[in-house]
């Protein structure tokens, strides 16, 4: 009976700590390294000519189309009438302004 009792402790006692042994290696993302070959993308210049003329016209595009649509909000202000996008548009035109100011200035 009790060399019943000692196979059972033992077999008790091994089961917990067989279960809490650590499998990591196999679990963990990028443990298995495969030799890829990674070609970088090529650097692009964000300073060219072209590329900051292009901002640029883009720029004041935008501005010019904002400019347009709060001439007919300044006209409902006139006649007491608020719009909601009224004060986000401001704030939009100053910041493009300021942008322009900035890009158009060697």
């Known amino acids: 009976m009790s060399a019943r009792v000692a196979f059972l402790s033992v077999v008790f006692l091994t089961i917990p700590v067989l279960s809490q042994q650590s499998t990591m290696n196999q679990r963990v993302p990028g443990g298995n390294w495969s030799p890829t070959i990674v070609k970088p993308e090529p650097p692009r210049d964000l300073n060219s000519p072209a590329f900051r003329l292009k901002a ?38 100053e910041r493009l302004a300021k942008k322009l100011r900035q890009e158009v200035s060697p």
Do not use: F, H, V, Y
């Not at 904002?66 to 006649?79: E, G, P, T, Y």
């Open 56 to 93: 640029i016209n883009q720029d004041a595009q935008e501005l010019s189309a904002l400019s347009a649509s709060l001439q007919s909000d300044l006209l409902q202000l006139r006649k007491g009438l608020l719009t909601k996008d009224l004060t986000p548009n401001l704030k939009k035109m």
